[in-house]
Nanobody
Framework: VQLQASGGGLVQAGGSLRLSCAASVSIDGIGIMGWYRQAPGKQRGMVAIISNLDSKEYADFAKGRFTISRDSDKNTVFLQMNSLKPEDTAVYYC??????WGQGTLVTVSS
């Protein structure tokens, strides 16, 4: 499985970004997909995950600001990020259960 993440960039605090993760295979067969992030000098941690039954889980910092969704027709998982803060600056990685990590997309939030 190849995971292609996109949508990162530079945004001011309070702004929004929408990340996309396109899979090379049907995401319905993968099960759990999601997003992790890694800031400089920190460990990679979960942001949000979604199952093929549309069950979702968010990290505490993401609740109320981020929304994860999936489009099976497009084999794509999205992460809508609103009210971004400078501490959200990180490389965001697409996650697919039992598959290698996709490449990351850099999100930079300026104050």
């Amino acid at each position: 499985v190849q995971l292609q993440a996109s949508g990162g960039g530079l945004v001011q605090a309070g702004g929004s970004l929408r990340l996309s993760c396109a899979a090379s295979v049907s995401i319905d067969g993968i099960g759990i997909m999601g997003w992790y992030r890694q800031a400089p000098g920190k460990q990679r941690g979960m942001v949000a995950i979604i199952s093929n039954l549309d069950s979702k889980e968010y990290a505490d910092f993401a609740k109320g600001r981020f929304t994860i969704s999936r489009d099976s027709d497009k084999n794509t998982v999205f992460l809508q990020m609103n009210s971004l803060k400078p501490e959200d600056t990180a490389v965001y990685y697409c996650y697919a259960f039992r598959h290698p990590w996709g490449q990351g997309t850099l999100v930079t939030v300026s104050s």
